[in-house]
């Protein structure tokens, strides 16, 4: 398997091109933000077709995702700040260095506290299947829940504003 090219988006950032292997610094790679904060998942135009891996840095109250459930684990590890973990309509704190495993089918989300988190999510992908979107009044709580059970949660993300370039936020990285 040949190495993948490397490209620079108009950001100044860099992307995979194509298949392959490669290494990309969390710094040079792109970064996109909204309202829910940054989210960094080093993949280029095309998503890894088998697992899903991401950096993610909450402003303080704003959630990783709306609280749903997948057909897929997810692994979420705490790499800086604090976090609430709501699970099946359960709050549990998180802290530096925590580690949460979520199995398939169980509904979840995490919501930054504090002055904010900084987590490494991975998911898989393989199998099929989206995610659905539960009612949940502890999520609900922290904005972070919908109005209506969904499997399309489009309408309530738009919420938080479109995915934008924004480049490397600064300060997140040891140097």
Known sequence: MPEARLVEGEGGWLAPESDGWYVLNAQDARWLSNEMGWYCNFEGDE?????????????????????????????????????????????RPLRRWDYVHCPRDVPHVIVAAGEGAFVLAVGGRLGGGGATYPVDATAAKHGASVDEETTNAGQEYAKFGPLVDSGYPGGLLPE
């Not at 899903?52 to 705490?78: C, D, R, T, V």
């Open 47 to 91: 998503q890894f077709p088998e697992i899903g891996f991401n950096l993610n840095f909450l402003p303080p109250g704003k959630p990783i995702a709306i609280y749903h459930y997948e057909p897929h684990q997810e692994g979420f590890l705490m790499l800086g700040g604090e976090a609430v973990f709501i699970v099946e309509g359960e709050e």
